[in-house]
DNA sequence: CTTCCCTGTAACATATTTGTCATATTATTG
DNA sequence: CAATAATATGACAAATATGTTACAGGGAAG
């Protein structure tokens, strides 16, 4: 299982940064707050944590220049950043990008949408090693021992629905056409129906049982996609 | 950051061409002018630039057919055109084949505003990157996961209705003619009813659902377009 | 060589999507 | 306000896409 993910929260508005705190510590992770941005900048550099949310508007230095500061600085680059910004203005969008933010959250914001995202930028971000244990949801995969267990039970999958499997666990959130499948799952130079891949798709949804067949979703007219959230 | 700019003048009147190319200079943009369409449709394919500026009334092929032109290639469909239009025109604005024009300045128009709605065009058509997220007032795509959501809820779509939204999502605030929609949306040698495009508007927005909805707006006589701005 | 498990395909079953039409509605024009 | 043109909408059947099952052949293990 993946360490207990530590947030720091940055907004000069306590009664937020507490909103926000108690919702992630319910879905399980820590978090750490700042009310401005020179606070933020030195806790950072000091607690390491493993995600900024970042409130746009703060008094003395703006969410954005921060934003700019930590790419800027090796150290604090690879830090991924959720801008909160209070109006979808255009303009901050746009400069948000180019600031290298991962996500931005336009308020008002539920606290689900807000933990859907958070973990959607964490999945993308944190790099699995190659042979990293990968644990979604009680469904487990460890390429060492080379097994797959859905709430610690093992399952019985077949060589290709393993490598599937993993291929999705590692790339979640993706949609993906059958012939990427093929390219990335099967190799490059084999020549294969398309139409096999359902049928592969249809054998790991079956070996995954009724508790997690719903991760393997349908993108009709594309192909298939590993994801947690809901379609 | 952003490159400069090249942006194409194209009026009959040397001395108004002057006038502009001074002001755009000043304000870093380059500029490169043409008197007459034939010579700027030339142009705009050896040199791509970045936006045109379009006189509305011009000896030979005049500015709206010259903008016709440029819509129905492929290759210069997706530079802006902003039209200068006398004001006795005025008419033409509301009437004529407003399709694909981004924007009207009326003459005489100050350097200031000539530069302001530029820019303004420039931000918004500038090209996001093509897997990059797009937002619109709760409104989501992402192009990667190839999910549509609406406040944090995903929104059910049929693949051509996706694409559609996508579509007007990445090309906002410009009209699109019915033809332009099939070209762009269904792809270039279908044959399909024009009316269809109707449908799956209608599809579109009743999966938007009344928060969304306005953001499509109907076109009278030309099309439809996208745009969080009031009609 | 046999047995057993995997695979890829084909065939059939379902589910969704799509393009059109006919019929309302709504805007425009004189 | 009536006449007319342009859109909106709902229904449907045809076309597509996906789900599911069965099966034959390949190959590894014994």
New interface residues.
Partial sequence: MGQVKQILIVDDETAIREMIAVALEMAGFECIEADNALTAHALIIDAKPDMVLLDWMMPKMSGIELARRLRSDALTADIPIIMLTAR?D??H??HG??AGID??I?KP??P??LV?RLKSVLRRVTPKGIDQVVEVEGLRLDPVSHRASSQGTALDLGPTEYRLLQFFMSHQ???YSRTQLLDMVWGGNVYVEERTVDVHIRRLRKALGDRHQYLIQT????GY?F?T???
């Avoid at 993108?219 to 594309?222: D, E, L, S």
């Fill in positions: 979808d255009e303009d969008k746009i990008l180019e996500d931005y336009t914001f539920s689900r949408e859907a959130d993706r949609a993108v009709r007219g594309t996609r994801s959230q809901t379609q």
